[in-house]
């Protein structure tokens, strides 16, 4: 088994009959899972696995008012332990509880489900306007469906993310004790109320809004405020243009102010765009349950759900075989680094000493 990954692994030890390790004991595991012949068994599992998830797959679709639920299973499994009797290394027990365990826990449900029901995805709705359904998660809809809808909700949430890491950084930086905006704080955190009038008082200014701007665009603005109040310190007079000249107020307080309302307001309207974006999601989400054929549903359930999660179990198992291996190769070449009459020399060699050691202090080491 693997034999060119044995001679890449093990070579002839010190003595005859001995093998040691060719290759640095924290680099069994990448050899172990880099070698093409380990990566050719891997496949050869996964060829033979798939022969039986093809038929399985068949069988499955076929799912009618007719199937017996309870004489599924048997089918499936012992389909499955006959097709991996042959398999060197791989635990096909392993394999064969993963199937049971998901029958139990969900498979054995939907199956009755479509058994009584018949393909079809009933919907529930959560009290926050969530679209779900047991049969067929939202999950799998929207990764095959709303794949666009749900890449805008993920740049939302990051956008949003973004600009309270702004707001925040601002707050730790400029609210601080003794900080330029330690007058307008509360609890901690930033008063937008106070800053709000506070620049109400200060005057118009000609500081444009950030909504309708691109989500980049808002961060980049605010950084751009950021790095003003950075370089206060250089010359106030160029960088607080729009401070009118009979302002009383100090240039770099000012400067911070606006930089922390645009911060607020860029916050707000991501926000506001995580809401648009997971409205359009869930409005979409609801369409789309409710367009769903018969054959969809099938290959929903069958294909991205059934089959999609009994893989995942052989890939564990996978892993966990590739690991095992590595791990024990290690633990072996860790185990007998030393040969015994080494470690006997050793032991021999430091009571040698410990004796010299009494014998100088007049104890005998008899």
């Known amino acids: 088994m693997c034999p060119a990954l044995h001679d890449a692994l093990l070579g002839p030890g010190d003595r005859p009959g001995y093998l040691s390790l060719r290759v640095a004991p924290d680099t069994v595991r990448s050899t172990v899972f880099e070698h093409p012949e380990f990566q050719a068994f891997q496949r050869s599992i996964e060829a033979t696995y798939s022969a039986w998830a093809g038929r399985a797959q068949a069988t499955l679709l076929a799912l009618n008012a007719d199937t017996k639920p309870k004489q599924l299973l048997p089918l499936l499994a012992e389909d499955l332990l006959h097709t991996l009797a042959k398999l060197p290394l791989l635990d096909r027990y392993d394999v064969y509880q993963n199937l049971m365990d998901y029958w139990a826990t969900t498979m054995q449900d939907d199956v009755y489900a479509v ?151 860029a916050e707000d309207v991501a926000k506001a765009d995580l809401k648009n974006a997971e409205a359009t999601l869930e409005a979409g989400l609801a369409k789309r349950y409710l367009a769903l054929t018969p054959d969809e549903v099938r290959t929903l359930v069958v294909d991205d759900k059934w089959l999609a999660t009994l893989h995942q179990g052989l890939s564990h198992e996978l892993a966990h075989l590739s690991g095992t291996l590595a791990r024990s190769l290690t633990d072996l070449a860790q185990r007998y680094a030393q040969p015994l009459p080494a470690l006997e020399a050793e032991v021999a060699a430091r009571q040698a000493r410990v004796n010299s050691y009494l014998t100088t202090l007049g104890f005998s080491a008899n």
């Open 115 to 265: 058994v009584a029901e018949g393909w079809k995805a009933r919907t529930t709705k959560s009290k926050k306007g969530h679209y779900n359904s047991e049969l067929v998660p939202r999950e799998l809809v929207i990764a095959r469906y709303l794949t666009a809808e749900q890449a805008a909700l993920d740049e939302a949430s990051a956008a949003l993310e973004e600009a309270t890491r702004q707001r925040e950084e601002l707050e730790e930086e400029y609210g601080a004790e003794d900080a330029v905006l330690a007058d307008y704080t509360k609890d901690g955190k930033l008063d937008r109320k106070a800053i709000g009038k506070r620049l109400k008082a200060a005057g118009p200014t000609e500081t444009k809004s950030l909504k309708g701007t691109a989500r980049r665009g808002r961060s980049a603005a605010v950084g751009t405020l950021f790095a003003d109040v950075d370089a206060m310190g250089g010359n106030l007079a160029e960088v607080d243009e729009e401070l009118p000249p009979n302002a009383d107020a100090d240039a770099e307080e000012l400067a911070a102010l606006r930089a922390a309302e645009a911060a607020f307001e």
